[in-house]
């Protein structure tokens, strides 16, 4: 059935996207604007939302949203360039250009903005201030107070610099290769948070890590982190057997693989995309057995909890784990 121009895409699967402009806002950045192929409303996107973008050779990558709202004619990512990455940021700088069409998934949240809070805290690193940047956009129509912490290299690097800058002393930027540097302490910051602040980080994978460290012991919900990359290892070390309670099968979990290679060689189905414990797309249900977790997708408290495991990364703590599959 032909689209309609300007009614929504409900309930699909994948959008049919064009890239309608591209820009080169810093060094090794970019930012795609992409409409929908026949001129369709798109799916709304709330601050903090994704989505995957579906490669020719069948990689899949995240991206967060520029812009979220409920009437959307164009979604905005921004793309920086990873040098020893896994190709997926370099064919979009290379090839990705006005006019090509690409796959993509509606919108999902995993990093969502609770708006029941009345003082919030952002801290972003370098791209990481793409999904922070809708967050602040949100809570400041909401005469909400929050601060954002912005680290980067150089002011030349700052995304959104113009912007970020008209929200005066709300915004502090921190630059560590000036002349005169400033650095974040990220331990100042979550230190001298109200209690009932609303704390979110996003950046690079040492500023998380630390952050994950720091308030590892706060109240859940009041710290939320976003991971554009894997914060450890896979865990591929093997020895144990993952018995599957719905297919029958009892996996012998082998030193080099990970417990998503070992179902999918089995021949039974798992839907992943990052193979990274990012996007959460592999998230199993565990019966029993203890995991071994290496996501970032899961909190602290739900990884305690050990009842999902991201077969993609994460593996078992004992010789024994019992999946829903």
């Known amino acids: ?95 990705f250009d006005v006019g090509h069409e690409i796959m993509m998934s509606p919108p999902r949240n995993n990093f969502p903005l609770d708006e029941t809070g009345t003082d919030y805290i952002f801290i972003a690193g370098g791209i990481g201030i793409t ?72 950046g690079p994978a040492p500023m998380l890590q630390a952050f994950r460290h720091m308030t590892a012991n706060w109240p859940s919900g009041r710290a939320r982190m976003e991971a554009f990359e894997a914060l450890e290892e896979s865990d591929r070390s093997g020895g144990f057997v993952v018995e599957l309670s719905r297919s029958g099968l009892s996996l012998n979990i082998g030193t080099g693989q990970t417990i998503l290679e070992a179902i999918l060689e089995a021949g039974v189905d798992v839907p992943s995309s990052c193979r990274d414990g990012v996007c959460g797309t592999c998230e199993t249900r565990v019966l029993a057995g203890v995991p071994d977790h290496r996501d970032v997708y899961l909190t602290v408290e739900e990884q305690d909890a050990g009842d999902r495991i991201m077969v993609c990364c994460s593996g078992c703590r004992g010789d024994r784990l019992v999946l829903d599959l």
């Open 131 to 202: 999904p922070v940047l809708p967050m602040i956009e949100r809570v400041e129509m909401l005469g909400r107070r929050w601060t954002l912490h912005y680290a980067v290299q150089r002011h030349e690097h700052a995304l959104f610099r113009k912007v970020l800058s008209d929200y005066g002393g709300k915004v502090i930027f921190y630059t560590s290769r000036e002349s005169n540097p400033s650095r974040l302490d990220l331990h100042a910051v979550l230190s001298a948070a109200q209690p009932d602040a609303r704390v979110y980080c996003c």
């Open 1 to 95: 059935m032909q689209a309609v121009a300007n009614s929504p895409i409900i309930g699909a699967v994948m959008l049919p996207m064009r890239v309608a402009s591209v820009e080169r806002p810093v060094e090794d950045v970019k930012l795609f604007t992409l409409q929908a192929l026949y001129g369709e409303r798109l799916p709304p996107a709330e601050p903090g939302a994704h989505i995957d973008v579906h490669l020719p050779g069948g990689e899949i990558r995240q991206y967060s949203l520029v812009d979220c709202g409920d009437a959307l004619h164009q979604y905005r990512i921004a793309v920086k360039r990873i040098k020893d990455g896994r190709g997926g940021s370099a064919w979009l700088h290379d090839t």
